[in-house]
T-cell receptor, first 113, second 113 residues
Framework: DAGITQSPRHKVTETGTPVTLRCHQTENHRYMYWYRQDPGHGLRLIHY???????DKGEVSDGYSVSRSKTEDFLLTLESATSSQTSVYFCAIRPGLAEDTQYFGPGTRLTVL | AQSVTQLDSHVSVSEGTPVLLRCNYSSSYSPSLFWYVQHPNKGLQLLLK??????LVKGINGFEAEFKKSETSFHLTKPSAHMSDAAEYFCVVIPPSYDKVIFGPGTSLSVIP
């Protein structure tokens, strides 16, 4: 258990509404990641952070933004949710530069109607 | 460009028989290689990782993987399947630059009693 929680765990929303998912970690790790998981695609990186206020885009960042104002929290925002963003979202942490393993949170299942 | 191929989308074995889940990768440099397991409606758990120390890597729950550079493969094996091994398995490649995290599409393992 890497001390990662995600909230909410499940959410149903309507097209066009904003949605924010939260990833919270308790162990002060520097690196945090947001992925989406879709059948047949494995996990795909949306955004990642390498410190407070330091973020960068992954391979599927369109339609998503992130913020990290505190070490422990990494927020993923869908400004205007679309049905194509229905997915399971996972947060992950990487303990440090010398450690290449990522540890994952329990996931958030998001349905956009 | 780096990529990961998991050669079987679904594998079915009988309880007590060997498991083989295949993974091939392409990478310009020697990457770090991982296997993760995901049980239904759960997050991802690290099974094992290869980081150039030894070509045969032992992981949790009796799983092993062998790195073969000449074949660019990192196949996952277990001598005797257990019912609790039924899950989705992901092969993951991370290049030394850590500018990408590449997941394979996953292999679903079924274990028949």
């Amino acid at each position: 258990d890497a001390g990662i929680t995600q909230s909410p765990r499940h959410k149903v929303t309507e097209t066009g509404t904003p949605v924010t998912l939260r990833c919270h970690q308790t162990e002060n790790h520097r690196y945090m990641y947001w992925y989406r998981q879709d059948p047949g695609h494995g996990l795909r990186l949306i955004h990642y952070s390498y410190g407070v206020k330091d973020t960068d885009k992954g391979e599927v960042s369109d339609g998503y933004s992130v913020s990290r104002s505190k070490t422990e929290d990494f927020l993923l925002t869908l400004e205007s949710a679309t049905s194509s963003q229905t997915s399971v979202y996972f947060c992950a942490i990487r303990p440090g530069l010398a450690e290449d393993t990522q540890y994952f949170g329990p996931g958030t299942r998001l349905t956009v109607l | 460009a780096q990529s990961v191929t998991q050669l079987d989308s679904h594998v079915s074995v009988s309880e007590g028989t060997p498991v083989l889940l295949r993974c091939n990768y392409s990478s310009s440099y020697s990457p770090s290689l991982f296997w993760y397991v995901q049980h239904p409606n759960k997050g991802l758990q690290l099974l094992l990782k290869y980081t150039s120390a030894a070509t045969l890597v032992k992981g949790i729950n009796g799983f092993e993987a062998e790195f073969k550079k000449s074949e660019t493969s990192f196949h996952l094996t277990k001598p005797s399947a257990h019912m609790s091994d039924a899950a989705e398995y992901f092969c993951v490649v991370i290049p030394p630059s850590y500018d990408k995290v590449i997941f394979g599409p996953g292999t679903s393992l079924s274990v028949i009693p």
